[in-house]
DNA sequence: CGGTTTTGACCCGCGC
DNA sequence: GCGCGGGTCAAAACCG
């Protein structure tokens, strides 16, 4: 049953964009000896807090205008509304018409909001690619000019970016596989922006479903499908393009040192192959997520070959199911990093490239955290190393982690401010749980690049989703030992 | 008994 | 065509 239907769905769901991250955890000492963990929970402590936090960090870190945040916000507090409400059956029908009458101009409020947001997004990505053009032309001139004169390798270097700025405009001057990557990358995230919308949508109907009276009952109705409609108009622009067939995939990985085999990152993962490494003693396992049953996400784990206290973990494909708020976090960051990836923006951005692009990392960071963007084939990788940072994480037992920590990562300009609130968390030692909020920070440092948009989006679209859930689900950790 | 892990087989793209 | 390496399949074993 299970292959059957992971085979179809295999055929038919892999044209998903796809992200990996490849975490490793955090060594934990006490007294100086080594702590061996089999499976790193790294959301343990602060699970509940942190989930409820997480959304609104997030947005913070993207420095997205309020909006967004405001939506989801509103729509929690006008949930926990209702659920007041019902605890006074007395004051019936006028508190519950006026909470109504509230709670229908906050809808339309929130309506409007998402209006904008889009609208926003979308100037967003019109100056962002107008920027472009204008940065290809000139590149392009220089490049001509630079013709006759200058070093071969540099020519190469050229050749290689251009093409990738113009993937990041979107303009297809030839056919080219990134191109076609690029533009369903972005088709599919503006699909699950809609979902989202879509299912946010939902919910807020049901529950007004369950307190007003017909008559209203019918005009929200009304208003709801016509957004709905309008909703699902844009919907089918994006699925017909959605075809197209996904050649690239991008990864997202990340480097952490740990003693465990597994990461905890909130998902349930069903290992389905176990490999030797080419260059390393270590075997390498993939996994698939088995969280939802066509969800085609994957990761692959895997020790570092130089440092075999380093664990890779890389993730690649969009979770298509609700995630528990600490998946969410990961999956989020994950996405939004891929996208930053795919949108190329890192390597046509100011000096942070490298002149060989087949070997080619971006820095994005100075500080011990750094996310490395590479552009070596097959696929587009977006590295976060947490490696050193993890190194210092003695304090283990230190239990009472500074508010400050929290602080930073709540500031809502974080995204510029990245380097110096990811050392703070890491140097004040907030145990290991804190990984999420690293990867995070890693993950603002990448979007506070001036072409976030599409990371922007994709980020906002998996918070926006899954508003509650609480799932928390972690397969058992692997063995190594076998390969082929 | 259903889901997960194990593990050899298989597939596929690539360079020769 | 062949071998190789990366990746996946799937039957059997395993496990709660
Ligand atoms: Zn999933």
């Known amino acids: 049953m299970y292959k059957k239907l992971t085979s179809k769905m295999e055929a038919t769901c892999n044209d998903i964009s796809n992200v990996a991250v490849t975490q490793s955890s955090p060594t934990m000492s006490f007294n100086g000896k080594r702590l061996v963990v089999d499976e790193i929970d790294f959301f343990a402590e602060k699970k509940k807090k942190k989930s409820e936090v997480d959304d609104q960090m997030v947005h913070h870190q993207m420095e997205l205008p309020n909006t967004s945040l405001d939506l989801l916000i509103t729509n929690s507090t006008s949930t926990s509304n209702r659920s007041n409400m019902e605890e006074e059956p007395s004051k019936a029908k006028d508190n519950t018409r006026n909470k109504f009458v509230a709670m229908l101009s906050e809808l339309q409020q929130m309506n409007a909001e998402n209006r904008r947001l889009r609208e926003l997004v979308h100037n967003l990505n019109n100056k962002y690619n107008a920027l472009h053009k204008d940065l290809m032309k000139l590149t392009h001139k220089q490049h001509e000019n630079e013709i006759n004169g200058a070093i071969k390798e540099n020519d190469k270097r050229d050749d290689m970016i251009i093409p990738r700025s113009l993937l990041d405009i979107g303009i297809a001057t030839k056919e080219d596989p990134s191109q076609q990557h690029y533009s369903e990358r972005k088709l599919q995230e503006s699909k699950n922006i809609i979902d989202k919308l879509d299912s946010g949508k939902d919910s807020e109907k049901s529950m007004v479903d369950q307190h007003e009276s017909p008559a209203d009952h019918k005009a929200l109705w009304g208003w709801i499908s016509t957004e709905a409609t309008r909703l699902s108009s844009l919907r089918d622009v994006d699925q017909a393009s959605e075809t197209m067939s996904m050649i ?9 040192r740990t003693d465990s085999s597994m990461i905890s990152d909130g998902c349930q993962w069903r290992k389905y192959g176990q490999k030797m490494a080419k260059g390393n ?12 049953t066509a969800c085609t996400v994957r990761k692959q784990v895997q020790r570092s070959a130089e440092d075999q206290s380093v664990l890779i973990t890389t993730y690649e494909g969009q979770h298509n199911h609700v995630l528990s708020p600490t998946a969410r976090a990961m999956a989020s960051t994950t996405s939004a990093a891929a996208s930053m990836l795919l949108s190329g923006s890192m390597l046509s951005s100011d000096g942070l490239i490298h002149p060989n692009i087949l070997e080619s990392t971006a820095a994005l960071s100075c500080s011990q955290n750094t996310a490395t963007l590479s552009a070596s084939a097959p696929f587009p ?12 994480n003695s304090s283990q037992l230190l239990q009472g982690a500074p508010q400050d920590n929290q602080h930073s ?15 703070n968390i890491f140097d004040q030692g907030t145990e290991t749980a804190s990984f999420v909020d690293t990867v995070n920070a890693a993950t603002a440092a990448i979007t506070a690049d001036p072409k976030f948009s599409a990371a922007l989006m994709a980020a906002v679209t998996s918070i926006i989703g899954s508003s509650h859930s609480n799932i928390n689900g972690t397969s058992g950790d692997i063995q190594h030992g076998n390969n082929n």
């Open 409 to 423: 990562l709540l500031s809502p300009v974080l995204a510029q401010k990245f380097m110096s609130s990811a050392t």
């Open 381 to 392: 990788t977006i590295t976060l190393d947490l490696t050193q940072s993890a190194t210092n």
């Open 281 to 292: 003693p270590c075997p390498r396992s993939y996994y698939r997520c088995s969280m939802g």
């Open 248 to 256: 690239k995939k991008a990864r997202v990985s990340v480097r952490a």
